[in-house]
């Protein structure tokens, strides 16, 4: 009882925290605000997914979680890299 | 036992959601990048790792092994403050705009080329 009043409670905060990266994705003034959106929008996510499988009872959700967290971290390493200096791989 | 444990995780959820919240409005809030940089790097990170504690206990009170869970929590952990530090190299990098002005003596050793 407590537990799913809990759940729905984090449930909402990971939304409207998504909802939240969402606009600094799209307003950003520079890119850099956008690469910074889009890792809190990659955390957020991976909070959502985990909530998601605890909430539906689905532990194989966990391992998509994971897979979101490195392709966000991958994302934001060659997207500042390239920001910095202009290539990715030298 | 079970009890114990699922209030724990309940509680947890709770202050996970309220991290989670503080980063997301700070990034939002915050007036230039540098101070951006701060909330979603400490407090989102916070946020997910509420979030996996109260998964893994969860797990304990079904008596599943949380081993996703553990690995998502350590690479969160270890990846959070890497990609802060490239993003903020990246930024001094761009000489983005401060609101506490230019750094009082020119930053050296970031950019190799």
């Keep these: 009882m407590m537990l799913n009043l809990a759940l729905n409670i984090a449930l909402g905060a990971a939304s409207l925290g998504v909802l939240l990266c969402t606009w600094r994705l799209l307003r950003g ?24 499988g605890l909430r539906w009872g689905t532990p194989l959700l966990f391992e998509a979680a994971l897979i979101v967290a490195m392709l966000g971290f991958a994302a934001t390493v060659a997207l500042s890299r390239y920001l910095t200096r202009g290539d990715v791989v030298e | 036992m079970n009890t114990v444990l699922e209030t724990l995780a309940a509680l947890t959820l709770l202050l996970a959601a309220f991290f989670l919240l503080v980063g997301a409005i ?3 809030r915050l007036p230039d990048f540098y101070m951006r940089l701060h909330a979603p790097t400490k407090a989102s990170t916070l946020g997910v790792g509420g979030v996996l504690v109260a998964s893994l206990l969860l797990g304990l009170a079904q008596g599943r092994p949380g ?15 890497v990609s802060a530090s490239l993003m903020a190299q990246a930024a001094l990098h761009r000489a983005l705009p401060s609101r506490a002005g230019p750094p009082a003596e020119p930053v050296t050793g970031l950019s190799p080329d």
């Excluded at chain 1, 003034?29 to 998601?52: G, K, Q, Y």
């Excluded at chain 2, 081993?67 to 403050?81: H, Q």
């Design chain 2, 26 to 28: 700070g990034l939002v």
């Design chain 2, 67 to 81: 081993m996703a869970e553990l690995l998502i929590t350590l690479f969160v952990f270890l990846t959070a403050p």
């Design chain 1, 29 to 52: 003034p520079d890119e850099l605000d956008r690469v910074l959106a889009l890792d809190t929008l990659a955390m957020n996510a991976v909070a959502l997914i985990v909530l998601l």
